[in-house]
């Protein structure tokens, strides 16, 4: 069932954040995933808590002022910094075990290029509005978390902007609200042109709440242009998908056919 916030679930919860365009308002992603989980053998998302905010109209202009949520998870010192680095990577190194050996990318030949004429398109403006105007990014953050529990557990799903998008929010969640795990899909965070309110230097190292995070690209998809997260942010692992030659390369559905 979807929820609003307005409990606090005792169970880990789903979020999924879309990216650009009318915010799949027939939640393909959820089919598809639902899918492949049973594909894998796994239960499907009939009785799990799911979270999945819809702020397409708002990454289009803001209705009112706001402002930034304030980060309410600390950069931490060096030695409770070096311990949670540790336990970090432990908990990556299993996922590995798991999933295979880590795949960042090289990076396309041009790829930086694509983007920056991709973004210059009206297509991308809901983008160029996040990473440009703070009223409008304080909109977003606003609503996903106002759709969100003050405590428990979470595991976020993110796909394209929807990643940029979580990445600021790690440290905008409430205290008690501990991320189980982040898998990011599509995201163009490799890029310099996503980088938001030096983002970069606040995830230098993995913030305290957040248990795991695993990124997926695809070698044909142009807004990961062939190179995973881990160019920027070096602590999470990267591993590439493969599908066939598609004008829907980049779009949620195909990520998360992926069995993985």
């Not at 706001?66 to 299993?94: C, D, K, L, W």
């Not at 790690?170 to 309110?197: C, H, K, N, Q």
């Amino acid at each position: 069932m979807d929820i609003d916030g307005a409990s606090e679930p005792k169970e880990t919860i789903l979020l999924f954040l879309h990216g650009v365009g009318n915010g799949d308002p027939e939640d393909r992603w959820r089919k598809q995933l639902d899918s492949t989980l049973q594909r894998l053998g796994y239960p499907a998302l009939s009785d799990a808590m799911v979270v999945v905010p819809k702020y397409a109209h708002a990454l289009k202009g803001f209705d009112e002022k706001s402002t930034v949520p304030p980060v309410t998870i600390a950069q931490p010192g060096r030695e409770v910094a070096r311990i949670n680095r540790r336990e970090f990577e432990r908990r990556i190194g299993a996922l590995e075990f798991r999933l295979g050996r880590h795949q960042p990318g090289n990076g396309a030949l041009g790829g930086q290029l694509v983007i920056d004429a991709a973004m210059a398109l009206p297509a991308f403006v809901q983008a160029r509005n996040y990473l440009s105007n703070d009223q409008i990014r304080a909109q977003v953050l606003r609503r996903v978390l106002g759709a969100l529990p003050r405590a428990g557990r979470v595991v976020i799903v993110a796909h394209s902007l929807g990643s940029v998008i979580a990445a600021d929010l790690l440290r905008r969640l409430p205290a008690e609200l501990e991320v189980a795990g982040m898998v990011t899909i599509g995201s163009p965070l490799a890029s310099a042109r996503f980088e938001v309110d030096k983002l970069r230097d606040a995830l230098k190292e993995p913030p305290t709440n957040l248990a795991w995070w695993v990124n997926f690209w695809n070698r044909l998809d142009p807004v990961s242009a062939s190179r995973g997260v881990s160019s920027v942010f070096p602590w999470m692992i990267d591993f590439r998908v493969d599908s066939a030659p598609s004008t829907h390369v980049h779009d949620a559905v195909q990520y998360l056919d992926d069995t993985r």
